[in-house]
């Protein structure tokens, strides 16, 4: 079946860092793809989201890229801020099926 | 503003006790979920449902079941819960046609 699959965290920057979570994909046919992220004590909030290869979505500073020829869709921002820290998770839905989540990634930024 | 609550943030029960929890959404969603977030598992499809009185098992439904009476609510039941059903409760809703999911806080609860 579809699956997701996460760098390990917990992942700890300083502020103004370069982040890059990494995510790879396994899935028959050409699903749409996620990050949602967690603010403590929070439900999950869509980030950004793409829908077909090579497409690129971004907010907030946050980009990914659909790259189909590697199944991977990481997560990348210039300059981090303490306000980032949260939990990321990467996400898959394929046609006619739910959404399968990766593990989730911890981030924690530092003053 | 899209909302999705959760009855209860915090939950404390006793193995063996039925327990219901209560999920409510604001913005005329046809989709509901249930999931279970546990670390290093990520979220986990308990149940869902596509309409009223429609339900739907997801990945792990054993020990669970629910009950979606209005469009605007969706329950999640433990008949007799147990110790290994301490977790992160989350419920999500989403439209027909966006797949897009909206969550709600969470209820963490604690079987003892």
């Known amino acids: 079946g579809d699956s997701v699959t996460q760098m390990e965290g917990p992942v700890t920057l300083s502020e103004e860092a370069f982040l890059t979570i990494n995510c790879t994909y396994t899935a028959t046919g050409y699903p749409s793809l996620f990050w949602y992220v967690q603010y403590p004590g929070e439900g999950l909030q869509l980030l950004l989201k793409a829908t077909k290869a090579d497409d690129k979505g971004s907010n907030k500073g946050f980009e990914a890229t659909y790259r189909k020829e590697t199944t991977s869709f990481h997560l990348e921002k210039g300059s981090v801020q303490v306000s980032d820290s949260a939990v990321y998770f990467c996400?898959?839905?394929?046609?006619?099926?739910?959404?399968?989540f990766g593990p989730g990634t911890r981030l924690s930024v530092l003053p | 503003d899209v909302k999705v609550t959760q009855s209860s943030r915090y939950l404390v029960k006793r193995t063996g006790e039925k327990v219901f929890l209560e999920c409510v959404q604001d913005m005329d969603h046809e989709n509901m979920f249930w999931y279970r977030q546990d670390p290093g598992l990520g979220l986990r499809l308990i149940y869902f449902?596509?309409?009223?009185?429609?339900?739907e098992k997801g990945d792990i439904p054993e020990g669970y079941s629910v009950s979606r009476e209005k469009k605007e609510r969706f329950s999640l039941i433990l008949e007799s819960a147990s110790t290994n059903q301490t977790s992160m409760y989350l419920c999500a809703s989403s439209l027909l046609s966006t797949y897009e999911q909206y969550f709600g806080p969470g209820t963490r609860l604690t079987v003892t």
């Open positions: 996400a898959l839905l394929s046609y006619g099926q739910n959404f399968v």
């Open positions: 449902s596509y309409d009223v009185k429609m339900k």
